[in-house]
């Protein structure tokens, strides 16, 4: 099983790489990636040093190219596939199906893998992926209970699946981000960033700390509480006369208990979210992922989740609270 880490910096492929990722999902400085935020991604020098440090560590390369094409700017997404295979990436994460078909058209050696953002959730979807575009590897939804991946895997057992073990969790539209376009007019498909943060404001005020995004309140915070980022789907709202996580609780996936039954299912590879995270989060993540991967492959029969590794992702989450997310939801 693959560890695929993140990374928006070069401190953050060596950070992965140095704790035990097998593979570097990283993207472009531009907005053919789902995570374009300022000061993050890769490109010239960067760029050349991520990938020599990356073949150096004989670690495999992927590029997410896992936005949609703008009608009036698509060269910009084609050239990016170009520029994915002069450096030799190992993979391209792909959703839009005109990137699909370029890419198996200009480049049919190269190694696509079907991003989460094209949604397959059902084995025909994904059939029609691998047939008509040679997708090797299709990245699940995080809206699929455990069994029905299991499910999918008996189902689909001529292409790899991919799920994400750790990190943040997003509403069922995973990554488009409706919501961050209603309230700012951007979105990670149009600017490559989910609640841009020239429109992010804090306020002290009377009533505790205050966070904004395009001028709407967002949450408000007591004196003990950790602020999180402001976005919507995250944020309290009064709904009959209730202030609560009206949408989406600020809580991160973790799927360390559930490692025996990704492998049971034959899942090629676990990915840990968060390209946008500092090479801190990205060190430990990684390294208690690698542990626990290798605690299971020495004795799977005697593995559990180790409290000393939950108890350090919990310090890395949201609200520092994890969940199973929609594997362990009863719903079919």
């Given at each position: 099983?693959?560890?695929?880490?993140?990374?928006?910096?070069?401190?953050?492929?060596?950070?992965?790489?140095?704790?035990?990722?097998?593979?570097?999902?990283?993207?472009?400085?531009?907005?053919?990636?789902?995570?374009?935020?300022?000061?993050?991604?890769?490109?010239?020098k960067?760029?050349?040093?991520?990938?020599?440090?990356?073949?150096?560590?004989?670690?495999?390369?992927?590029?997410?190219?896992?936005?949609?094409?703008?009608?009036?700017?698509?060269?910009?997404?084609?050239?990016?596939?170009?520029?994915?295979?002069?450096?030799?990436?190992?993979?391209?994460?792909?959703?839009?199906?005109?990137?699909?078909?370029?890419?198996?058209?200009?480049?049919?050696?190269?190694?696509?893998?079907?991003?989460?953002?094209?949604?397959?959730?059902n084995?025909?979807?994904?059939?029609?992926?691998?047939?008509?575009?040679?997708?090797?590897?299709?990245?699940?939804?995080?809206?699929?209970?455990?069994?029905?991946?299991?499910?999918?895997?008996?189902?689909?057992?001529?292409?790899?699946?991919?799920?994400f073990?750790?990190?943040?969790?997003?509403?069922?539209?995973?990554?488009?981000?409706?919501?961050?376009?209603y309230?700012?007019?951007?979105?990670?498909?149009?600017?490559g960033?989910?609640?841009?943060?020239?429109?992010?404001?804090?306020?002290?005020?009377?009533?505790?700390?205050?966070?904004?995004?395009?001028?709407?309140?967002?949450?408000?915070?007591?004196?003990?509480?950790?602020?999180?980022?402001?976005?919507?789907?995250?944020?309290?709202?009064?709904?009959?006369?209730?202030?609560?996580?009206?949408?989406?609780?600020?809580?991160?996936?973790?799927?360390?208990?559930?490692?025996?039954?990704?492998?049971?299912?034959?899942?090629?590879?676990v990915?840990?979210?968060?390209?946008?995270?500092?090479?801190?989060?990205v060190?430990?993540?990684?390294?208690?992922?690698?542990?626990?991967?290798?605690?299971?492959?020495?004795?799977?029969s005697?593995?559990?989740?180790?409290?000393?590794?939950?108890?350090?992702?919990?310090?890395?989450?949201?609200?520092?609270?994890?969940?199973?997310?929609?594997?362990?939801?009863?719903?079919?």
């Open positions: 099983m693959e560890l695929l880490c993140p990374a928006g910096s070069l401190p953050a492929v060596k950070a992965a790489v140095d704790h035990g990722a097998d593979a570097i999902y990283i993207g472009f400085k531009d907005a053919t990636n789902a995570r374009h935020f300022a000061g993050l991604n890769f490109d010239g960067k760029l050349d040093k991520a990938v020599d440090y990356l073949k150096q560590h004989q670690r495999q390369l992927h590029i997410a190219i896992n936005t949609f094409a703008h009608p009036e700017q698509h060269q910009l997404w084609y050239q990016a596939i170009d520029r994915a295979v002069d450096i030799g990436a190992d993979v391209v994460i792909l959703a839009d199906i005109a990137l699909l078909e370029y890419a198996k058209q200009h480049h049919p050696q190269l190694t696509v893998h079907l991003s989460v953002q094209a949604s397959a959730t084995a025909s979807a994904i059939a029609f992926y691998q047939r008509n575009f040679n997708v090797k590897r299709v990245v699940l939804p995080r809206v699929l209970s455990m069994h029905q991946v299991k499910q999918l895997a008996r189902s689909c057992p001529d292409i790899e699946l991919e799920v073990a750790f990190g943040s969790l997003c509403v069922m539209a995973e990554g488009r981000c409706y919501l961050s376009s309230l700012t007019g951007e979105s990670p498909n149009t600017v960033a989910c609640s841009p943060a020239s429109f992010v404001r804090w306020q002290e005020t009377e009533q505790g700390l205050e966070s904004r995004l395009n001028d709407i309140l967002i949450d408000r915070y007591g004196p003990a509480e950790t602020a999180g980022y402001p976005t919507l789907c995250k944020g309290r709202f009064e709904v009959d006369q209730r202030v609560y996580h009206a949408l989406e609780e600020p809580t991160s996936l973790n799927t360390l208990e559930l490692l025996p039954e990704l492998f049971a299912a034959n899942i090629a590879a990915k840990i979210e968060g390209r946008q995270r500092s090479p801190a989060y060190a430990q993540v990684t390294q208690v992922w690698r542990e626990a991967i290798d605690s299971y492959q020495r004795d799977p005697h593995y559990a989740a180790k409290s000393e590794w939950m108890s350090r992702l919990a310090k890395l989450s949201e609200g520092s609270q994890t969940t199973l997310g929609a594997y362990h939801k009863a719903w079919q």
